[in-house]
């Protein structure tokens, strides 16, 4: 089955340093990915959409200058949140759709505490 | 805008018997809805897809209904087991994403 996959799976960094997060598609093409995060006993909040080789889709009050994303293949997806700030602490899950299929992959998460 | 509720936080429910979670929604008319588990600290895994023409989709010990009369998803574990115990996410589509209830979790009691 559609394998994703996600790097680092969780970290620990200083108040106003960057962290990049990896989504990468193991045994299929991406041709959109999707960024979300995820509040303790919430849902998943979408909070960007990208195809690759365009520039993302960011969802209302996401700021694209802190949520950096980049889509430079069909495999691989980059979220890098920059200035971290303790409220940015949460978990990110990536997905991955391969063409116009409707069904998202899931990578396993990412979780972010931001000292 | 849109909105997702799922009947209840938490269902327990004892080993064998059926568990039945709630998805109703409000606002919207998605083309398809959708059914996810998620474990703690994992991320979701797609269970079922049904249709806005279907009514009813079945996959093993899994069955999903779908009435956009009622704007309501109804999804079904026959049989359960402990194994099952995890929250149940309903995700309905938008244009070109999903949109997900808060989940419920559900725990199978041997």
Avoid at chain 2, 47 to 73: A, G, M, P, W, Y
Wanted: net charge positive; proline share 4%; hydrophobic share 35%.
């Amino acid at each position: 089955g559609a394998v994703v996959s996600q790097h680092p799976s969780r970290v620990i960094c200083k108040s106003g340093t960057s962290v990049k997060i990896e989504c990468r598609s193991l045994d299929f093409q991406a041709t959109t990915m999707f960024w979300y995060r995820q509040f303790p006993k919430q849902s998943l909040m979408l909070m960007a959409t990208s195809n690759e080789g365009s520039k993302a889709t960011y969802e209302q009050g996401v700021e694209k200058d802190k949520f950096l994303i980049n889509h430079a293949s069909l495999t691989l997806s980059t979220l890098t949140v920059t200035s971290a700030h303790p409220e940015d602490s949460s978990f990110y899950i990536c997905s991955a759709a391969e063409g116009y299929q409707e069904t998202q992959y899931f990578g396993p998460g990412t979780r972010l505490l931001v000292l | 805008s849109q909105k997702i509720e799922q009947n209840s936080e938490a269902l327990n429910i004892q080993e064998g018997k059926t568990a039945t979670l709630t998805c109703n929604y409000t606002n919207y008319s998605p083309a398809y809805l959708q059914w996810y588990r998620q474990d703690p600290g994992r991320g979701p895994v797609f269970l079922l897809l049904i249709r806005e023409n279907e009514k009813e989709k079945r996959k093993e010990r899994l069955k999903v209904t779908f009435d956009t009369t009622l704007k309501q998803s109804l999804f079904h574990i026959t049989a359960s087991q402990p194994a099952d115990s995890a929250t149940y996410l309903c995700a309905l589509a938008g244009a070109n994403n999903l949109f997900f209830g808060t989940g419920t979790r559900l725990t199978v009691i041997p």
